[in-house]
């Protein structure tokens, strides 16, 4: 029953980042996307393991073509990933297993204390901007002023408010998915 249930909470964050697909503001080659709370929602939610592994299903589907990415459209498929964008969606993949780490695997009955929950909400999205940074940088042959002005910049207040709301719903989920994963 533990695998099924692991399973289903895999598929479903992965859906769960697919869907943040559509949910964006296109404001140039990096658009505002829900993907990024979702990433790191599974982390947080799942740990490093389950989270990491929703991510990872997330990225295959859009490497074999789905219309999972923001911004869908052209390109699609392992062009994405080697695209501008790639960095960032590498990054979601760190950024959902460092967060897991950081909040440790759900177990009924352990809450995260909120100093934790920040500490893993402020390291997730840093290391999806990293790589999503560099190589935003190196597919644009830009200098770093640009690349920050093209790919950090414009999200850091959305990203903070996403950052608030995973802080709000996280320990909720958190505490149905170690209840969830425990029978």
Do not use: E, H
Request: glycine share 14%; net charge positive; charged share 10%.
């Amino acid at each position: 029953m533990k695998t099924v249930t692991g399973l289903t909470f895999t598929a479903l964050f992965a859906a769960l980042i697919s869907v943040g697909a559509f949910i964006t503001i296109p404001i140039g080659p990096v658009p505002i996307a829900m993907q990024n709370l979702f990433t790191l929602l599974s982390g947080l939610v799942l740990g490093p393991v389950l989270g990491g592994a929703a991510v990872g299903l997330f990225i295959i589907a859009g490497a074999i073509g789905a219309p999972v990415f923001a911004n869908n459209g052209s390109p699609m498929g392992i062009a994405r990933i080697i695209g501008p964008t790639g960095g960032y969606l590498f990054g979601y993949l760190l950024g959902a297993i460092i967060a897991g780490l950081i909040v440790g695997f759900p177990r009924p009955g352990i809450k995260v204390p909120l100093w934790r929950l920040i500490a893993a909400i402020s390291a997730g999205f840093l290391v999806v901007y990293a790589p999503g940074l560099i190589r935003l940088k190196m597919t644009l042959d830009a200098d770093w002023p640009r690349t920050l002005t093209i790919g950090f910049y414009p999200f850091l207040i959305g990203d903070a408010l996403k950052g608030i709301i995973a802080a709000l719903i996280a320990p909720r989920l958190r505490r149905t998915a170690a209840d969830l994963l425990s029978r």
